[in-house]
């Protein structure tokens, strides 16, 4: 398979890893259907009348929105679980990273149209009795400044914890319950005022975004097609690095750690690396969804979210990417309707997911499809040579 | 190499006194050179005052009842496992004990493990190209391309173990032999100058082994092996020189016919093995 | 004079009467009435002398007399001569009741009563005499209380009074409180002996007195009570020392109940399971419906739950690994996924069941209160049985993990699982009980918690990150490791919590955890060897 995978020859040779997807047929597909989807809600939302049976209302876009900043999300854990078995429970903590690193920008945006009127200062930080912005607001009033910090505060965090744990060998289990340790921790403290992110409540009353009023239809159209291209590129991005040989080097450490290591490959600078390009995309789906749903507070930090995001991509398949899509789409799509119908049973129904899952479906959905595809194939082999 | 090539490549920053691609200095005689070395595992002596020299070009056969610290051996010579004390030098210049697992493979030695470890979920092919001598840092691993030669190299080395037909199959359908076969062709495709083989022909066939022992000796000479294996007939096939490890140290060490009638061998060990 | 005499044939009179109607006998016999006569005397010297000798009688009434004679409510019916208290003095008529016998006696009108009264003296006297009247009663306890109350509380009649009575004391410790308390007095009054009685008290009055007297115009005094200050808070700071060291153990003790059960299920089987905190809420929950079935009994609804939340919880923990935990063998990250998956169902299924609100397990009484040491340290008994009871299931747990034929087959399967089948163990049963086992005494952990906070549905939830962190710093499958690390990071976080605050500290521990794994990736006693490497 890797042989016929032969780039076309035109492409610049350094960009080789990121153009290669584009010439598999899986890619090809995803994107296809990925940049259908997009459209059709486009137009059904732009072109029908409110009254239409077929309207796509300014409130299902912005879910629909949502819910690609999961599928990004997820995206972003299978990159780490599927292909290079590390089981993160606590990419939420990235997540939210992005996602406050983006609201401190949508918070200096507000300017003097907050409660207190105050031209600099956040209104929760005027209601603490602050009287000067902390060191790391700073900055956060340019846009370029903050779109930097979506995707560098998430990497450095990872960087700064992947360097700890990979270098000492922590894998498997022990990384796991570290992770979740991480997210709890950054849960705990982002509760607190003095943290200087707005406590128990969070950054909210977002007003606008580049100029653009977030009230607004066009803008929050313009935030839903956003994410469907920023899923688009993380997808092409994780499906270029597990196309290439280091994809390779992450399954084959993914199964026999110690081996890649007697073949002379840096497994922990490796696990780092992805582990941080993980985490930077992950960050970008928590930017583009904070000025989606209006606020950003810490319960996104918490381990539940984060090992939810696990059990989306268990859903779907893990080591497939765009199974993590379908899994993350399928199950806030259960949610949303569980919530709006019964909520006392989703807790009953993620439950159920995650055992269900885990105990009958180890491939998830892509796995099954694949088995369907690989049946066929069979049966045609057998029919063709009888 | 120019200082300001060594600054400049990250990698070489702090050891370029010692780079690690650095020729192996065989001029004193020995590649592998082990010097009093001992491990315990809780209170257990696993290796107890151990002295081993492999010379350049050597194929030494190392056996031993279970027990006798093979395998730690093994562990200790690839960096898996720290020694509590003792000297392990690589030529005259490399002190193993100061590097991990990448460096030392990157030095050029090579280990097939007792259990066949090949990467299931990966074809044959990608087995050997990603055992293959190249750059092995992540950046030049993620834009890695292979050129017509290393594609030759990997065709040729296919050719060698007999799995060209089974190229392209994911390497977990295998039988246990040809596994054996694929990860001997990873340790060819590292080019290694020594080669630390764990029981070869563990579940080969007796023609199977025939080969095994055709290309170890083969190799020999070129590159220096070290065969731990349990089947005597085996070693007798290919040994020259041969140390008999128990309870952690030598115990003897020549030819196979003077080890073997060494009476202190035949009590630990050939002797049961001809009882039994 | 003559108030006097008529007083007596009065008195004369109505005990005839009284005797006529034979309704007195009892009363006669009374020993209180004497004294209470003595009382009803016209002169305030012979007044003054019945106070004392009521005070003398030890009489459990005298207090509440004095107090009625110091509130003018101690009165005597004019015709009868009977004593009475007066409850309520409002309006005409006042309700009573028989100062001997306590019986109420409806209501009199203030025509027919007449007030012992008292002066000013007498007032003094009453005051002081209240004060020190509860060191007259038997019960040596009682009597230490009233030391304890008299400090700081001296004046200048009460010295003459409680030198006599401390004198008379048996017991050392009221003798040692009086001492106290007549030093506070003293030094109050300047005097600089009374420093060195004080030097070694802890209470908070000494304390205040000696800072009093330090900040006195008289050199000496102040550098010698400055002295005794410093000496005071050097013994104080020990005290907070193990006060702060009992409060660490305790939550470390909670840690170790929460986290064994899991050191054994993720130890022996390499298992994590995330619904053990769910396991512990069902112990804790247990622990409730006990006290709902047997209302009233608090105290057996606490001992039989012991035994009954093993139960629940261990049946609980078989049910999952028959159903769940047995099908993703070899299969660890997985199972961390399934296990969480009936967390929280377990969760909404309590919600659901019970209610989303908490309960409250009321604690019987001989586990409320507390062990007073010093005047500065005193440890809440709920915790010390808390800390007992999670070493009494260590010990247990170290017995059956090295004596009983399961603990061998566990060890054995931990240890390798092939052998171990192929020497006729039951893998899969050993782990099953294994399992169990380890639910079972995260359902004792939810038993004991339920003594020390509130019963909710969370309450397995803020508990499984500590768990874990507790078995992964102290090493998997390692009880000792588990008590150690449980015990040390509960004492780490109450040392934190005073100057970082509970969360801050809370968070500090977590980043110590995760720096401490990177290098002690094994935790704090790893297994070693070979084995400890596949």
């Given at each position: 398979?890797?042989?016929?995978?032969?780039?076309?020859?035109?492409?610049?040779?350094?960009?080789?890893?990121?153009?290669?997807?584009?010439?598999?047929?899986?890619?090809?597909?995803?994107?296809?259907?990925?940049?259908?989807?997009?459209?059709?809600?486009?137009?059904?939302?732009?072109?029908?009348?409110?009254g239409?049976?077929?309207?796509?209302?300014?409130?299902?876009?912005?879910?629909?929105?949502?819910?690609?900043?999961?599928?990004?999300?997820?995206?972003?854990?299978?990159?780490?679980?599927?292909?290079?078995?590390?089981?993160?429970l606590?990419?939420?903590?990235?997540?939210?990273?992005?996602?406050?690193?983006?609201?401190?920008?949508l918070?200096?945006?507000?300017?003097?149209?907050?409660?207190?009127?105050?031209?600099v200062?956040?209104?929760?930080m005027?209601?603490?009795?602050?009287?000067?912005?902390?060191?790391f607001?700073?900055?956060?009033?340019?846009?370029?400044?903050?779109?930097?910090?979506?995707m560098?505060?998430?990497?450095?965090?990872?960087?700064?914890?992947?360097?700890?744990?990979?270098?000492?060998?922590?894998?498997?289990?022990?990384?796991?319950i570290?992770?979740?340790?991480?997210?709890?921790?950054?849960?705990?403290?982002?509760?607190?005022?003095?943290?200087?992110?707005?406590?128990?409540?969070?950054?909210?009353?977002?007003?606008?975004?580049?100029?653009?009023?977030?009230?607004?239809?066009?803008?929050?159209?313009?935030?839903?097609?956003a994410?469907?291209?920023?899923?688009?590129?993380?997808?092409?991005?994780?499906?270029?690095?597990?196309?290439?040989?280091?994809?390779?080097?992450?399954?084959?450490?993914?199964?026999?750690?110690?081996?890649?290591?007697?073949?002379?490959?840096r497994?922990?600078?490796?696990?780092?690396?992805?582990?941080?390009?993980?985490?930077?995309?992950?960050?970008?789906?928590?930017?583009?969804?904070?000025?989606?749903?209006?606020i950003?507070?810490?319960?996104?930090?918490?381990?539940?979210?984060?090992?939810?995001?696990?059990?989306?991509?268990?859903?779907?398949?893990?080591?497939?990417?765009?199974?993590?899509?379908?899994?993350?789409?399928?199950?806030?799509?259960?949610?949303?309707?569980?919530?709006?119908?019964?909520?006392?049973?989703?807790?009953?129904?993620?439950?159920?997911l995650?055992?269900?899952?885990?105990?009958?479906?180890?491939?998830?959905?892509?796995?099954?499809?694949?088995?369907?595809?690989?049946?066929?194939?069979d049966?045609?082999?057998?029919?063709?040579?009888? | 190499?120019?200082?300001?090539?060594?600054l400049?490549d990250?990698?070489?920053?702090?050891?370029?006194?010692?780079?690690?691609?650095?020729?192996?200095?065989v001029?004193?005689?020995?590649?592998?050179?082990?010097?009093?070395?001992?491990?315990?595992?809780?209170?257990?002596?696993?290796?107890?005052?151990?002295?081993?020299t492999i010379?350049?070009?050597e194929?030494?056969?190392?056996?031993?009842?279970n027990g006798a610290?093979?395998?730690?051996?093994?562990?200790?010579?690839?960096?898996?496992?720290?020694?509590?004390?003792?000297?392990?030098?690589?030529?005259?210049?490399?002190?193993?004990l100061?590097?991990?697992e990448?460096?030392?493979?990157?030095?050029?030695?090579?280990?097939?493990?007792?259990?066949?470890?090949?990467?299931?979920?990966?074809?044959?092919?990608d087995?050997?190209?990603?055992?293959?001598?190249?750059?092995?840092?992540?950046?030049?691993t993620l834009?890695?391309?292979?050129?017509?030669?290393?594609?030759?190299?990997?065709?040729?080395?296919?050719?060698?173990?007999?799995?060209?037909?089974?190229?392209?199959?994911?390497?977990?359908?295998?039988?246990?032999?040809?596994?054996?076969?694929?990860?001997?062709?990873?340790?060819?495709?590292?080019?290694?100058?020594?080669?630390?083989?764990?029981?070869?022909?563990?579940?080969?066939?007796?023609?199977?082994?025939?080969?095994?022992?055709?290309?170890?000796?083969?190799?020999?000479?070129?590159?220096?092996?070290?065969?731990?294996?349990?089947?005597?007939?085996?070693?007798?096939s290919?040994?020259?020189?041969?140390?008999?490890?128990?309870?952690?140290?030598?115990?003897?060490?020549?030819?196979?016919?003077?080890?073997?009638?060494?009476?202190?061998v035949?009590?630990?060990?050939?002797?049961?093995?001809?009882e039994? | 004079?003559?108030?006097?005499?008529c007083?007596?044939?009065w008195?004369?009179?109505?005990?005839?009467?009284?005797?006529?109607?034979?309704?007195?006998?009892?009363?006669?016999?009374?020993?209180?009435?004497?004294?209470?006569?003595?009382?009803?005397s016209?002169?305030?010297?012979?007044?003054?002398?019945?106070?004392?000798?009521?005070v003398?009688?030890?009489?459990?009434?005298?207090?509440?007399?004095?107090?009625?004679?110091?509130?003018?409510?101690?009165?005597?019916?004019?015709?009868?001569?009977?004593f009475?208290?007066?409850?309520?003095?409002?309006?005409?008529?006042?309700?009573?009741?028989?100062?001997?016998?306590?019986?109420p006696?409806?209501?009199?009108?203030?025509?027919?009563?007449?007030?012992?009264?008292?002066?000013?003296?007498?007032?003094?006297?009453?005051?002081?005499?209240?004060?020190?009247?509860?060191?007259?009663?038997?019960?040596?306890?009682a009597?230490?209380?009233?030391?304890?109350?008299?400090?700081?509380?001296?004046?200048?009649?009460?010295?003459?009074?409680?030198?006599?009575?401390?004198d008379?004391?048996?017991?050392?410790?009221?003798?040692?409180?009086?001492?106290?308390?007549?030093?506070?007095?003293?030094?109050?009054?300047?005097?600089?002996?009374?420093?060195?009685?004080?030097?070694?008290?802890?209470?908070?009055?000494?304390?205040?007195?000696l800072?009093?007297?330090?900040?006195?115009?008289?050199?000496?005094?102040?550098?010698?009570?400055?002295?005794?200050?410093?000496g005071?808070?050097?013994?104080?700071?020990?005290?907070?020392?193990?006060?702060?060291?009992?409060?660490?153990?305790?939550?470390?003790?909670?840690l170790?109940?929460?986290?064994?059960?899991?050191?054994?299920?993720f130890?022996?089987?390499?298992?994590?399971?995330?619904?053990?905190?769910?396991?512990?809420?069902?112990?804790?929950?247990?622990?409730?419906?006990?006290?709902?079935l047997?209302?009233?009994?608090?105290?057996?609804?606490?001992?039989?739950?012991?035994?009954?939340?093993?139960?629940v919880?261990?049946?609980?923990?078989?049910a999952i690994?028959?159903?769940?935990?047995?099908?993703l063998?070899?299969?660890?990250?997985?199972?961390?996924?399934?296990?969480?998956?009936?967390?929280?169902?377990?969760?909404?299924?309590?919600?659901?069941l019970?209610?989303?609100?908490?309960?409250?397990v009321?604690?019987?009484?001989?586990?409320?209160?507390s062990?007073?040491?010093?005047?500065?340290?005193?440890?809440?008994?709920n915790?010390l049985?808390?800390?007992?009871?999670?070493?009494?299931?260590?010990?247990?747990?170290?017995?059956?993990?090295?004596?009983?034929?399961?603990?061998?087959?566990?060890?054995?399967?931990?240890?390798?699982r092939?052998?171990a089948?192929?020497?006729?163990?039951?893998?899969t049963?050993v782990?099953?009980?294994?399992?169990?086992?380890?639910?079972?005494?995260?359902?004792?952990?939810?038993?004991a918690?339920?003594?020390?906070?509130?019963?909710?549905?969370?309450?397995?939830?803020?508990?499984?990150?500590?768990?874990?962190?507790?078995?992964?710093?102290?090493?998997?499958?390692?009880?000792?490791?588990?008590?150690?690390?449980?015990?040390?990071l509960?004492?780490?976080?109450?040392?934190?919590?005073?100057?970082?605050?509970?969360?801050?500290?809370?968070?500090?521990?977590?980043?110590?955890?995760?720096l401490?794994?990177?290098?002690?990736?094994?935790?704090?006693?790893?297994?070693?060897?070979?084995?400890?490497?596949?």
């Amino acid at each position: 398979m890797s042989l016929s995978s032969t780039p076309s020859s035109s492409s610049p040779l350094s960009h080789l890893w990121l153009t290669r997807p584009f010439s598999e047929r899986s890619t090809r597909i995803f994107l296809a259907v990925l940049a259908l989807a997009l459209a059709v809600v486009t137009v059904l939302h732009l072109a029908l009348p409110a009254g239409h049976p077929l309207h796509v209302s300014s409130y299902t876009v912005t879910l629909l929105g949502k819910y690609l900043c999961y599928a990004l999300l997820a995206v972003a854990v299978d990159l780490v679980w599927g292909y290079l078995g590390i089981l993160s429970l606590g990419h939420g903590a990235f997540f939210a990273l992005g996602g406050y690193a983006m609201g401190m920008y949508l918070m200096r945006q507000i300017g003097d149209r907050g409660v207190y009127g105050d031209p600099v200062l956040p209104d929760f930080m005027v209601f603490l009795n602050w009287d000067s912005l902390p060191w790391f607001w700073h900055g956060f009033d340019m846009a370029w400044f903050a779109f930097l910090m979506v995707m560098l505060a998430p990497g450095l965090l990872a960087l700064l914890f992947g360097f700890l744990a990979f270098r000492s060998r922590v894998t498997g289990v022990y990384l796991s319950i570290i992770t979740q340790a991480l997210t709890f921790a950054l849960m705990l403290a982002f509760f607190r005022n003095e943290m200087g992110f707005g406590g128990n409540n969070g950054l909210t009353d977002f007003r606008e975004l580049l100029g653009f009023d977030l009230r607004s239809d066009a803008t929050r159209l313009g935030l839903f097609l956003a994410s469907g291209v920023a899923l688009a590129l993380g997808y092409v991005v994780c499906r270029g690095i597990v196309g290439s040989k280091l994809g390779r080097v992450c399954i084959a450490s993914r199964d026999a750690e110690a081996r890649v290591r007697f073949l002379g490959y840096r497994v922990e600078r490796v696990q780092l690396c992805v582990f941080v390009v993980s985490a930077m995309l992950a960050g970008v789906a928590g930017s583009l969804y904070v000025p989606q749903v209006g606020i950003i507070n810490p319960s996104e930090f918490s381990p539940l979210f984060s090992i939810e995001v696990v059990v989306w991509v268990a859903l779907g398949g893990r080591g497939t990417l765009y199974g993590a899509v379908i899994g993350a789409i399928l199950v806030n799509y259960a949610k949303t309707v569980f919530t709006g119908v019964m909520p006392d049973a989703w807790l009953f129904a993620l439950g159920g997911l995650f055992v269900v899952v885990t105990v009958l479906l180890p491939k998830g959905i892509a796995g099954l499809m694949t088995r369907r595809r690989k049946a066929d194939s069979d049966t045609q082999l057998k029919e063709a040579t009888p | 190499m120019s200082l300001l090539d060594a600054l400049a490549d990250r990698d070489r920053v702090f050891d370029f006194l010692v780079p690690a691609s650095s020729p192996v200095d065989v001029r004193h005689g020995p590649i592998l050179y082990l010097e009093d070395v001992n491990v315990s595992f809780d209170g257990f002596k696993a290796i107890n005052n151990l002295n081993l020299t492999i010379n350049d070009g050597e194929l030494r056969c190392i056996i031993g009842p279970n027990g006798a610290g093979k395998t730690t051996m093994m562990d200790i010579i690839t960096g898996k496992t720290r020694p509590d004390s003792g000297q392990v030098w690589f030529g005259s210049r490399h002190n193993l004990l100061t590097k991990n697992e990448p460096e030392i493979a990157s030095l050029g030695i090579g280990r097939k493990f007792q259990k066949p470890t090949v990467f299931e979920a990966l074809s044959v092919f990608d087995n050997l190209e990603l055992a293959m001598a190249a750059d092995k840092r992540v950046l030049p691993t993620l834009t890695a391309r292979l050129s017509g030669e290393q594609r030759s190299r990997i065709d040729e080395v296919l050719e060698t173990i007999g799995l060209e037909s089974l190229c392209g199959r994911q390497a977990g359908i295998l039988s246990h032999g040809q596994k054996q076969w694929l990860e001997i062709g990873m340790l060819l495709m590292q080019r290694p100058r020594l080669l630390l083989v764990d029981e070869p022909v563990a579940g080969m066939t007796e023609q199977e082994m025939e080969r095994t022992a055709e290309l170890l000796t083969s190799l020999a000479g070129k590159q220096s092996v070290v065969v731990v294996e349990h089947d005597m007939g085996f070693v007798r096939s290919i040994a020259r020189q041969v140390t008999v490890l128990h309870q952690g140290s030598v115990l003897a060490e020549g030819t196979m016919d003077q080890v073997s009638n060494d009476p202190k061998v035949i009590e630990v060990y050939l002797g049961a093995e001809e009882e039994a | 004079m003559r108030i006097t005499r008529c007083l007596t044939l009065w008195l004369l009179l109505c005990a005839l009467m009284l005797a006529l109607l034979g309704s007195a006998q009892a009363q006669q016999d009374d020993p209180g009435k004497p004294l209470l006569e003595a009382l009803a005397s016209a002169s305030y010297a012979a007044k003054s002398d019945a106070i004392d000798a009521i005070v003398a009688s030890g009489d459990s009434r005298s207090r509440a007399w004095l107090e009625a004679l110091n509130d003018g409510k101690l009165q005597q019916n004019k015709q009868t001569g009977q004593f009475v208290v007066v409850l309520a003095n409002r309006g005409r008529n006042w309700p009573v009741e028989d100062a001997l016998s306590g019986e109420p006696l409806g209501e009199m009108s203030r025509r027919e009563l007449d007030r012992i009264g008292i002066n000013n003296a007498l007032r003094g006297q009453l005051r002081s005499t209240l004060a020190v009247l509860d060191l007259y009663v038997d019960n040596p306890d009682a009597r230490l209380q009233a030391a304890n109350d008299l400090l700081g509380q001296v004046d200048a009649g009460m010295v003459a009074p409680l030198e006599a009575v401390r004198d008379q004391e048996p017991s050392e410790a009221v003798q040692e409180r009086l001492t106290e308390a007549l030093a506070i007095y003293r030094l109050e009054q300047g005097d600089a002996q009374a420093i060195e009685t004080l030097s070694g008290s802890l209470h908070p009055e000494a304390r205040a007195a000696l800072n009093g007297a330090a900040a006195s115009d008289d050199p000496a005094l102040a550098a010698q009570a400055k002295k005794a200050l410093d000496g005071i808070e050097q013994t104080l700071k020990i005290n907070r020392g193990f006060e702060t060291l009992y409060f660490g153990l305790s939550l470390g003790s909670v840690l170790v109940l929460a986290a064994i059960g899991l050191a054994i299920t993720f130890g022996v089987m390499g298992v994590i399971n995330m619904a053990h905190g769910e396991l512990i809420m069902l112990g804790a929950y247990t622990s409730w419906g006990m006290q709902q079935l047997l209302p009233g009994q608090p105290g057996l609804a606490v001992i039989l739950s012991i035994p009954a939340g093993f139960l629940v919880a261990g049946l609980a923990g078989v049910a999952i690994e028959r159903c769940v935990i047995q099908f993703l063998k070899g299969r660890p990250l997985e199972t961390l996924l399934a296990t969480f998956g009936v967390s929280l169902i377990l969760q909404q299924l309590v919600r659901t069941l019970v209610s989303p609100l908490n309960r409250t397990v009321i604690t019987p009484e001989w586990m409320s209160g507390s062990l007073v040491i010093n005047d500065a340290l005193s440890l809440t008994l709920n915790r010390l049985y808390v800390l007992g009871f999670a070493l009494l299931v260590f010990a247990a747990l170290m017995l059956v993990m090295r004596r009983t034929r399961l603990g061998l087959e566990v060890r054995a399967v931990t240890q390798n699982r092939a052998m171990a089948r192929s020497m006729g163990i039951r893998a899969t049963r050993v782990d099953m009980l294994t399992f169990g086992l380890g639910a079972g005494v995260a359902g004792l952990a939810g038993v004991a918690l339920a003594q020390l906070t509130n019963v909710g549905p969370n309450l397995g939830q803020s508990y499984i990150i500590d768990s874990f962190m507790v078995v992964v710093f102290g090493g998997v499958g390692n009880l000792w490791g588990t008590l150690v690390a449980g015990m040390s990071l509960g004492v780490i976080n109450q040392v934190l919590e005073p100057w970082a605050g509970a969360v801050l500290a809370k968070i500090i521990v977590l980043v110590f955890i995760i720096l401490f794994i990177q290098k002690r990736p094994r935790g704090l006693f790893p297994q070693k060897g070979r084995a400890a490497e596949g």
